[in-house]
T-cell receptor
Framework: GQNIDQPTEMTATEGAIVQINCTYQ??????LFWYQQHAGEAPTFLSY????GLEEKGRFSSFLSRSKGYSYLLLKELQMKDSASYLC?????????????FGTGTQLKVEL | NAGVMQNPRHLVRRRGQEARLRCSPM?????VYWYRQLPEEGLKFMVYLQKENIIDESGMPKERFSAEFPKEGPSILRIQQVVRGDSAAYFC?????????????FGNGTRLTVT
């Protein structure tokens, strides 16, 4: 089965750093994805981790620990436009495809 | 814009009617996934298709729901005899390959309202 947990909502200040945590319990784990979703819009791909460690991509970084079933998304130099829902998803192969199991998302609010 | 195109963006149906949701994947993508998103819930996998084949439909309700991805034309998610509980946002995603780590590219979704 698949189970993914992440906080429901977080608030942070413009210019600050925020870390969004995600824990997962999955069978057939094939990597951890992070997506950003603004209200009423499509989820957009942010990052993918399959090996332990930190992946940095501009203001966004993502970390994975497979032994702990844990990941986090780090957002630096927060901007107002970063206010969105951040979705953690585990990848699993189905018939060769890349089927994702999503958490409920963390609603991030960036304030002045 | 060569992104994933879904239409209609909004769809209103009365109970008992049929809903047809369309999805054109990104150019060059032959793998299509449908997800459903209910308010306050995460995206739930429904079905994974490749051209003319259903690969995994483990997330599809057993009745009233069907999906296809014909050789020509968009992928279609069809819901027969809709009920109020079908009201949700339905997202389509595509990918260029089935490789592990190949990210899914999502469309803007179809918001279905059943009255």
């Amino acid at each position: 089965g698949q189970n993914i947990d992440q906080p429901t909502e977080m608030t942070a200040t413009e210019g600050a750093i925020v870390q969004i945590n995600c824990t997962y319990q999955t069978s057939g784990f094939n990597g951890l994805f992070w997506y950003q979703q603004h209200a009423g819009e499509a989820p957009t791909f942010l990052s993918y981790n399959v090996l332990d460690g930190l992946e940095e991509k501009g203001r966004f970084s993502s970390f994975l620990s497979r032994s702990k079933g844990y990941s986090y998304l780090l957002l630096k130099e927060l901007q107002m436009k970063d206010s969105a829902s951040y979705l953690c998803a585990s990848g699993g192969i189905t018939g060769g495809g890349n089927k994702l199991t999503f958490g409920t998302g963390t609603q991030l609010k960036v304030e002045l | 814009n060569a992104g994933v195109m879904q239409n209609p963006r909004h769809l209103v149906r009365r109970r008992g009617q049929e809903a047809r949701l369309r999805c054109s994947p990104m150019k060059g993508h032959s793998h299509v996934y449908w997800y459903r998103q209910l308010p306050e819930e995460g995206l739930k996998f429904m079905v994974y298709l490749q051209k003319e084949n259903i690969i995994d439909e483990s997330g599809m309700p057993k009745e009233r729901f069907s999906a296809e991805f014909p050789k020509e034309g968009p992928s279609i998610l069809r819901i027969q005899q809709v009920v109020r509980g079908d009201s949700a946002a339905y997202f389509c995603a595509s990918s260029p390959s089935r490789d592990m780590g190949s990210p899914l590219h999502f469309g803007n979704g179809t918001r279905l309202t059943v009255t």
